[in-house]
């Protein structure tokens, strides 16, 4: 079993900053890419970013510039800092974690940008 831990969400401020974490443990070996989706209220799940196991990362259009993804491969670790959040931004963010072949997600950690 593969256990996906997130931490780090809550309310902000327009143009505030937060820091999501997420600890993979359990059956993780072959794991490789580790990243972030999102989910706002009526709306689909999308790809926030991505990091793979050399540290490739791939971002939204929309979180380009604003938002770094990174890991820490020792810690089986990976981080969002989302700086200059917008009411937009508000969402649930689900880690996930591919393990060989297998994606695993997290329970998912409520943002909310508001003033």
């Known amino acids: 079993q593969v256990q996906l831990v997130e931490s780090g969400g809550g309310l902000v401020q327009p143009g505030g900053s937060l820091r999501l974490s997420c600890a993979a443990s359990g059956s993780i070996f072959g794991l490789n890419v580790m990243g972030w989706y999102r989910q706002a209220p009526g709306k689909q799940r999308e790809l926030v970013a991505f990091i793979t196991s050399g540290g490739s990362t791939n971002y939204a259009d929309s979180v380009k510039g604003r938002f770094t993804i990174s890991r820490d491969n020792a810690k089986n670790t990976v981080y969002l800092q989302m700086n200059s959040l917008k009411p937009e931004d508000t969402a649930v963010y689900y880690c996930?974690?591919?393990?060989?072949?297998?994606?695993?997600w997290g329970q998912g950690t409520q943002v909310t940008v508001s003033s």
């Open positions: 996930y974690a591919r393990v060989a072949a297998m994606t695993h």
